[in-house]
């Protein structure tokens, strides 16, 4: 094996095995469809090992410091930095990474004062390389299915993961196959698979048929699935909160909320912040909560109608595309996620979402809409008293800006919801002017009236 880019006692690869989330079986292989062979459940990927012989803290915290001034690939990735707790490679080359992670974590002040919390932080996803949180999973997914010697990768996709599956089949000299329902997709972030190379299947369902049918597929031809069903995407996923601690110098937030669609980045976060736990790296568990759109809310249904013990399915819609998914696939996972950290799960309106985007955007961030429901939840949180006023908050943006500019631009120009009072001061739609110094003034002095 290979030697690690930086090494010192307690820092080592990790052994992995595969351990379905209901009846525990631990395996060393999965079957292509990433289902338990005894119960047909989902997998998750454990670290025996780790039992007996636990990675030390201190160790890796210093190691993970020294890596960001190394000039290796695997070193720049925010994603293979962290490798010490992800599954081991036989050799740090292997790594198919596009330098990952690292993304920003950005003050809200504005926000913090609108939603009534003192300090409120925003960890933005959407700066990754195709500009959404997908790609932090997908580097480390792509990379065990070439070392597995696939020729072919494939996914079902609302949009953020087809462009970022693309985009390291590509970079892994793989061949992609992206399946997206049809009508139901930004063609941004569709553009973005084109121009990466993968054939794209638009198809006459929605998302949960998508995947279904990706299900099958898969059983049936040498094609490896890269949807969150595979656990290697939520491994890579969970960097995202052992970044976000380091940002915050091992001290984390009082609460953590994310938006919930297909439900395998809350689980990933999850699962990191009760493994940092466990590990010692951090003293107490932020509360981790899930917010998801009223026309996309199955989780929230799941939750209060049937207790979590089984899934309620919704036939899902919302402008929201990102998480327009009606039979999450990691609900189990989440619901685990949610009552081991004390986390709430919630719902906002379309209405709702559109004005906390637009307040992110006042900030100068900017996000996706299904970004924004993190906002818009907190301050639904905020009022049930769910979140304290003296509690710090970190919102997971998701993706970026650019993912659905159609959203932005409809609402600027009042084409969505229009008539609502509490949106009307945050819309700002072009205004077409006489080219003239005069013209450019007076439009100058009415917005400082405004």
């Known amino acids: ?34 289902r338990c062979a005894q119960c047909g459940d989902l997998l998750e990927i454990s670290y025996p090992t780790w039992k007996d012989s636990a990675p030390s803290a201190g160790s890796l915290k210093s190691t ?22 992800l599954p081991a490679l036989d050799d740090e080359n292997q790594a198919v990474t596009l330098r990952e992670g690292n993304t920003p974590l950005y003050e809200l002040p504005q926000c913090a004062r609108i939603s009534g919390v003192p300090r409120l932080f925003a960890k933005h996803q959407g700066m990754n390389p195709t500009g959404s949180f997908k790609d932090t999973g997908m580097t480390v997914a792509a990379t065990f299915a070439r070392r597995a010697g696939f020729e072919w990768v494939a996914c079902a996709s609302t949009g953020n993961t087809s462009a970022s599956m693309a985009a390291y089949a590509a970079r892994g000299g793989m061949r992609s196959l992206v399946l997206v329902p049809e009508g139901k997709i930004s063609w941004s ?41 595979n656990p290697f995407r939520l491994e890579g996923q969970k960097t995202l909160a052992i970044e976000l601690l380091e940002q915050l110098d091992w001290e984390g937030p009082d609460h953590i909320i994310v938006p919930g669609g297909n439900l395998g980045n809350s689980s990933a976060i ?45 036939a899902a819609e919302t402008r929201a595309t990102a998480i ?9 996972k989440a619901v685990h996620v949610l009552e081991t950290t004390g986390g709430a799960c919630e719902q906002v309106t379309e209405a709702e979402i559109a004005q ?43 993706g970026n800006l650019l993912k659905d500019p159609d959203f932005t631009i409809d609402f600027h120009r009042g084409e969505l919801f229009p008539g609502v009072e509490a949106l009307s001061k945050l819309r700002r739609p072009p205004v077409v002017l006489d080219a003239t110094l005069d013209a450019v003034i007076r439009a100058l002095e009415k917005a400082e009236k405004s």
Request: proline share 4%.
């Open 64 to 85: 993970w410091r020294e890596r960001r001034l190394s000039s290796k690939a695997v070193d720049q990735s925010g994603v293979w930095r962290f490798r010490d707790l």
């Open 189 to 229: 972030k569709l553009s973005q698979a084109l121009d990466y190379g993968a054939v794209t299947c638009q198809l006459r369902t929605d998302f949960d048929g998508c995947l279904k049918l990706l299900q099958e597929l898969v059983r049936r031809a040498p094609v490896y699935q890269l949807n969150s069903i």
């Open 270 to 314: 999850g699962k990191a912040l009760l493994e940092l736990h466990e590990l010692g790296f951090i003293k107490r568990l932020p509360k981790l909560s899930v917010i998801q759109a009223e026309g996309a809310n199955a989780l929230v249904r799941t939750l209060r109608e049937a207790g979590g013990k089984r899934l309620i399915n919704v």
């Open 1 to 34: 094996m290979s030697p690690l880019s930086t090494s010192r006692p307690g820092v080592r690869p990790s052994e992995f095995h595969f351990r379905c989330i209901s009846c525990g079986d631990l395996k060393r292989t999965a079957s292509q469809d990433f």
């Open 356 to 398: 906390a985007k637009a307040e992110i955007g006042a900030e100068g961030i900017g996000c996706e809409p299904a970004s924004a429901v993190t906002l818009a939840g907190l301050k639904r949180l905020v009022k049930q008293g769910f979140v304290k006023s003296n509690e710090s908050v970190v919102l997971v943006l998701t």
């Open 324 to 332: 327009r998914i009606g039979n999450p696939a990691s609900w189990k």
